[in-house]
């Protein structure tokens, strides 16, 4: 029983890191950049079906797989995100952020309707199986099993954050906020926004690629229908409670809202008899838009809210200064 | 940095090299010319004023220069390039920075941090560079840290550094904003109405730390109401009315001029 519970804990809480890699991307986006991308799910997708084309094995009546090894497919699913997010951005950035967001819903609808009429290259409604997972070997130990592909998540979210944090805290965010806080000011100081904000777009667009990788690797199998605009309300929500601008709030944002989403799954089950369950569904979108809700009334920033960042040289900096300051300065 | 009270300011060559040479420039706004076929030269080291009544088209003439907006026709030239068709993130690099009449500081950034932006060519503005370089982009980082201590030092913010930029004052917004320039030394600044709104101590501070800039060396264009301050600050000023160009010449001679006084007083529409 126990061993149960610790292999679904492990199964949800690394599904729940897969969406906190998309919330980290969707951050460096809209929490530091401002740039309103409601289409997630787009870049999603093309993570996840490019990694499944190149690392699935030869198959017969569609293209590839090129059946490399699965670090090759999670790098070139986010470096295609990002390559599109790039391409997208350098022909809507300019436009105001609300053509950029129906530039972007244009984008993620029509990915999905490729990924769901391209047979011979998506595998078309029925998706792509057979998805090589890490540490098959070991799919005889269900535990070992979860508890190495949940290792696997927490390095890569250790890394990315690492990763973030440190251009948040570099002279390359502080440039990110202050075209965010006010972009005449910054092209004042020789700051070029289009070239920054691009720049944000596609690193966020290539995250979240990289999250449609990892995430069908360890699902196993893609098909159109994960990739449906309900996946981006569901990351939105995830950086909304945890709150927009801050990376650590991102990921417990996506940890939350995923439990509440698997719980609310959980009870629909319970209280509903078999014949009702598919209606009751929508009752969990309904109290995911009630916690959202209830968040943005309660706290508005979320729950961790945007941290006061400074230049990480700085912080180490100015603590050293009043250190060495402390006994000179009997002033004020 | 030193605040000893510089002796005089303006041209005292005045064959001195231009730095800022506009032509002809016209800016329409639909069928309006609100610059109309203005032109106007700031010299090397110089401090000039550019004055007119309401609705001259003083701040469209200084936001062509500064490359905030692109003229209909005519020509800028910056040491002698030919810039009008570049956007405004190139003016720095040209050596022209600005202010505004109403000041935007990063109002949810410190005041430290406001300054900071304004560095130049840091490596640490480079993703890869953050990753590939950290002790570059750290020392670069604590040269800027230093420099912009520095710059708060002499507008008389250091106090406030940790503080975000919204609970300065209108006044200090505009010494803030005149730090976060400095922070990328340009050799010309175009200040727009640095006067403006601002209370009579800190007025004192910001016409004194003006004319230690141009004593440094800055050439400074400023656009300005207050005809006392402009007649402290500036050896030359020149008129415009109507998007046109009206004359020039000392403030207090200018102050004088029939043609001036009568534009002010709203007979140029005719």
Request: glycine share 12%; net charge positive; with cysteine.
């Given at each position: 029983m126990s061993v149960e519970l610790i292999g679904y804990g492990c199964f949800f809480l690394t599904m729940a890191l897969t969406y906190a890699i998309m919330c980290l991307g969707l951050n460096v986006q809209w929490g530091q950049t401002g740039l309103f991308n409601v289409g997630i799910a787009g870049f999603v997708a093309i993570g996840a079906y490019v990694s499944a084309l190149l690392t699935t094995p030869d198959t017969a009546n569609r293209f590839g797989g090129f059946d490399m090894p699965i670090l090759v497919g999670w790098l070139g699913g986010a470096l295609a995100a990002a390559a599109i997010a790039f391409l997208i951005g350098a022909l809507t950035i300019r436009l105001r952020s609300d053509y950029l967001a129906i530039a972007t819903f244009g984008v993620a609808v029509t990915v999905q309707l490729c990924a769901l009429n391209l047979e011979r290259i998506t595998g078309g409604p029925f998706g792509i199986g057979f998805i090589p997972r890490p540490f098959a070997s070991l799919a005889g130990d269900p535990l070992l099993f979860s508890l190495f592909n949940l290792g696997v998540l927490i390095v890569v979210i250790t890394l990315l954050y690492l990763a973030l944090e440190r251009l948040v805290r570099s002279p390359w965010g502080r440039v990110l906020r202050a075209i965010r806080e006010d972009e005449t000011a910054a092209l004042a100081l020789g700051k070029s926004a289009v070239k920054f904000r691009l720049q944000a777009f596609a690193i966020g667009g290539g995250i979240m690629g990289l999250a449609g990788a990892v995430q069908a690797h360890f699902i196993g199998f893609i098909a159109p229908e994960n990739y449906l605009p309900m996946l981006t309300f569901q990351v939105w929500a995830m950086l909304i409670v945890g709150g927009s601008g801050n990376n650590r709030g991102a990921i417990l944002g996506a940890v939350l809202v995923w439990g509440l989403w698997a719980a609310s799954a959980g009870a629909v089950a319970g209280l509903f008899p078999p014949g009702q369950q598919a209606r009751a569904a929508s009752l969990q979108i309904v109290m995911i838009g009630v916690a959202l809700c209830a968040i943005l009334l309660l706290r508005p920033r979320g729950i961790l809210g945007e941290e006061k960042v400074v230049s990480r040289h700085l912080g180490k900096l100015s603590s050293a200064l009043r250190n060495d300051a402390k006994p000179a300065t009997p002033k004020q | 940095m030193p605040t000893t009270a510089p002796t005089h300011n303006g041209p005292k060559d005045t064959e001195a090299q231009p730095l800022i040479e506009a032509r002809h420039l016209v800016r329409k706004f639909g069928g309006v010319r609100a610059v109309d076929g203005m032109s106007i030269t700031l010299r090397r080291g110089e401090m000039a004023g550019l004055i007119g009544p309401n609705g001259a088209g003083k701040t469209t003439l200084f936001n062509l220069l500064a490359g905030s907006l692109k003229p209909s026709s005519g020509s800028i030239r910056i040491a002698?390039?030919?810039?009008?068709?570049?956007?405004?993130?190139?003016?720095?690099?040209?050596?022209?920075?600005?202010?505004?009449?109403?000041?935007?500081?990063?109002?949810?950034?410190?005041?430290?941090?406001?300054?900071?932006?304004?560095?130049?060519?840091?490596?640490?503005?480079?993703?890869?560079?953050?990753?590939?370089?950290?002790?570059?982009?750290?020392?670069?980082?604590?040269?800027?840290?230093?420099?912009?201590?520095?710059?708060?030092?002499?507008?008389?913010?250091?106090?406030?550094?940790?503080?975000?930029?919204?609970?300065?004052?209108?006044?200090?917004?505009?010494?803030?904003?005149?730090?976060?320039?400095?922070?990328?030394?340009?050799?010309?600044?175009?200040?727009?109405?640095?006067?403006?709104?601002?209370?009579?101590?800190?007025?004192?501070?910001?016409?004194?730390?003006?004319?230690?800039?141009?004593?440094?060396?800055?050439?400074?264009?400023?656009?300005?109401?207050?005809?006392?301050?402009?007649?402290?600050?500036?050896?030359?000023?020149?008129?415009?009315?109507?998007?046109?160009?009206?004359?020039?010449?000392?403030?207090?001679?200018?102050?004088?001029?029939?043609?001036?006084?009568?534009?002010?007083?709203?007979?140029?529409?005719?």
């Amino acid at each position: 029983m126990s061993v149960e519970l610790i292999g679904y804990g492990c199964f949800f809480l690394t599904m729940a890191l897969t969406y906190a890699i998309m919330c980290l991307g969707l951050n460096v986006q809209w929490g530091q950049t401002g740039l309103f991308n409601v289409g997630i799910a787009g870049f999603v997708a093309i993570g996840a079906y490019v990694s499944a084309l190149l690392t699935t094995p030869d198959t017969a009546n569609r293209f590839g797989g090129f059946d490399m090894p699965i670090l090759v497919g999670w790098l070139g699913g986010a470096l295609a995100a990002a390559a599109i997010a790039f391409l997208i951005g350098a022909l809507t950035i300019r436009l105001r952020s609300d053509y950029l967001a129906i530039a972007t819903f244009g984008v993620a609808v029509t990915v999905q309707l490729c990924a769901l009429n391209l047979e011979r290259i998506t595998g078309g409604p029925f998706g792509i199986g057979f998805i090589p997972r890490p540490f098959a070997s070991l799919a005889g130990d269900p535990l070992l099993f979860s508890l190495f592909n949940l290792g696997v998540l927490i390095v890569v979210i250790t890394l990315l954050y690492l990763a973030l944090e440190r251009l948040v805290r570099s002279p390359w965010g502080r440039v990110l906020r202050a075209i965010r806080e006010d972009e005449t000011a910054a092209l004042a100081l020789g700051k070029s926004a289009v070239k920054f904000r691009l720049q944000a777009f596609a690193i966020g667009g290539g995250i979240m690629g990289l999250a449609g990788a990892v995430q069908a690797h360890f699902i196993g199998f893609i098909a159109p229908e994960n990739y449906l605009p309900m996946l981006t309300f569901q990351v939105w929500a995830m950086l909304i409670v945890g709150g927009s601008g801050n990376n650590r709030g991102a990921i417990l944002g996506a940890v939350l809202v995923w439990g509440l989403w698997a719980a609310s799954a959980g009870a629909v089950a319970g209280l509903f008899p078999p014949g009702q369950q598919a209606r009751a569904a929508s009752l969990q979108i309904v109290m995911i838009g009630v916690a959202l809700c209830a968040i943005l009334l309660l706290r508005p920033r979320g729950i961790l809210g945007e941290e006061k960042v400074v230049s990480r040289h700085l912080g180490k900096l100015s603590s050293a200064l009043r250190n060495d300051a402390k006994p000179a300065t009997p002033k004020q | 940095m030193p605040t000893t009270a510089p002796t005089h300011n303006g041209p005292k060559d005045t064959e001195a090299q231009p730095l800022i040479e506009a032509r002809h420039l016209v800016r329409k706004f639909g069928g309006v010319r609100a610059v109309d076929g203005m032109s106007i030269t700031l010299r090397r080291g110089e401090m000039a004023g550019l004055i007119g009544p309401n609705g001259a088209g003083k701040t469209t003439l200084f936001n062509l220069l500064a490359g905030s907006l692109k003229p209909s026709s005519g020509s800028i030239r910056i040491a002698g390039q030919e810039v009008a068709q570049e956007g405004p993130e190139r003016r720095i690099a040209r050596g022209v920075g600005r202010t505004f009449q109403i000041p935007r500081p990063f109002a949810e950034m410190t005041v430290l941090e406001n300054v900071l932006t304004g560095g130049q060519g840091q490596a640490g503005e480079h993703i890869w560079k953050n990753f590939l370089q950290p002790g570059r982009v750290a020392a670069q980082e604590r040269a800027a840290v230093e420099k912009a201590r520095s710059l708060l030092d002499f507008v008389r913010l250091s106090g406030l550094e940790s503080e975000p930029a919204r609970v300065l004052s209108g006044g200090q917004r505009k010494l803030l904003e005149l730090a976060r320039i400095l922070m990328a030394d340009p050799e010309a600044i175009l200040l727009d109405e640095p006067a403006a709104g601002v209370n009579p101590s800190l007025l004192e501070l910001i016409i004194d730390r003006v004319l230690e800039l141009n004593a440094q060396g800055k050439s400074i264009l400023l656009i300005e109401h207050n005809m006392e301050m402009v007649a402290r600050l500036c050896g030359r000023v020149v008129v415009m009315a109507a998007g046109k160009y009206l004359t020039e010449g000392a403030p207090d001679v200018v102050a004088r001029d029939p043609a001036v006084i009568e534009a002010y007083l709203g007979g140029v529409a005719a």
